[in-house]
C-alpha cells in the first residue's frame, strides 16, 4: 500500500533514506521545496502527477525500482524552481515527465534511468525541457532494448560547447 501525501497545501516536505512501497502524492501543492532523496527508496510508484511544486524539486540519491513500469509519474507536473534527477538517482521503470513544467534546470548529471524493452524518459509535451540551456556536464547514456530510440520526437536543447561530451547510445 502506497504512502499518501497530505492533501492540502503544505510548506514543505523532506524525506531522506526512507524505504516505501509506493508514494501517492498526485495533485500535491507545496510552497516550498520537496526533497526525495538521499537514500529515498521506493519499490514501486512514485505519484507526482499534476503536482504544483513552489520551490525545488529533488530526487538526488533517490532509488525507484518499478521495471516494466512507471517508476515516476510526474505527467503535468510544474516546479518553478529546478527538477533534480541526478547525483545517484536510479530508476528502473518508465521516468513520465509528459506535459511537464519546469522553471528551472532539469538536472541528469550522474542519474542512471532504465526502462528494458520500454521507454526510459518520456517528456512530451513538456515546456522548457527544451527551451532553456541544460548544461550536460556527464555523458548520457541512453540504454535501449529492441525499440530504437525514436529521433523525431527526441530533442536535446543546443548550445553545446566542446566540453560536453557526446550523447552516445548504449547497447
Known amino acids: 500500500m502506497p504512502v499518501n501525501a497530505p492533501a492540502g497545501p503544505t510548506p514543505l516536505i523532506r524525506m531522506t533514506g526512507c524505504q516505501l512501497p509506493g508514494l501517492d502524492a498526485e495533485d500535491l501543492r507545496i510552497d516550498a521545496d520537496l526533497a526525495l532523496e538521499d537514500g529515498f527508496t521506493v519499490r514501486g510508484q512514485v505519484k507526482l502527477a499534476r503536482a504544483r511544486i513552489g520551490g525545488l524539486l529533488s530526487l538526488a540519491g533517490a532509488i525507484l525500482d518499478n521495471p516494466g ?15 533534480c534527477l541526478g547525483h545517484g538517482f536510479t530508476a528502473r521503470g518508465e521516468v513520465h ?11 541528469l548529471a550522474g542519474a542512471r534511468i532504465s526502462n528494458p524493452g520500454g521507454t526510459a524518459l518520456a517528456a512530451d509535451q513538456s515546456e522548457h525541457l527544451t527551451q532553456t540551456c541544460v548544461p550536460i556536464r556527464d555523458q548520457v547514456m541512453l540504454r535501449t532494448g529492441p525499440a530504437p530510440i525514436d529521433r523525431r520526437r ?16 548504449q547497447q
Open 154 to 169: 527526441a530533442r536535446v536543447a543546443p548550445p553545446f560547447s566542446a566540453e560536453s561530451p557526446p550523447i552516445r547510445r
Open 97 to 107: 515527465l509528459a506535459g511537464a513544467r519546469i522553471n528551472g534546470d532539469l538536472v
Open 69 to 83: 513500469a512507471t517508476a515516476l509519474d510526474a505527467a503535468r507536473l510544474t516546479a518553478d524552481h529546478h527538477l
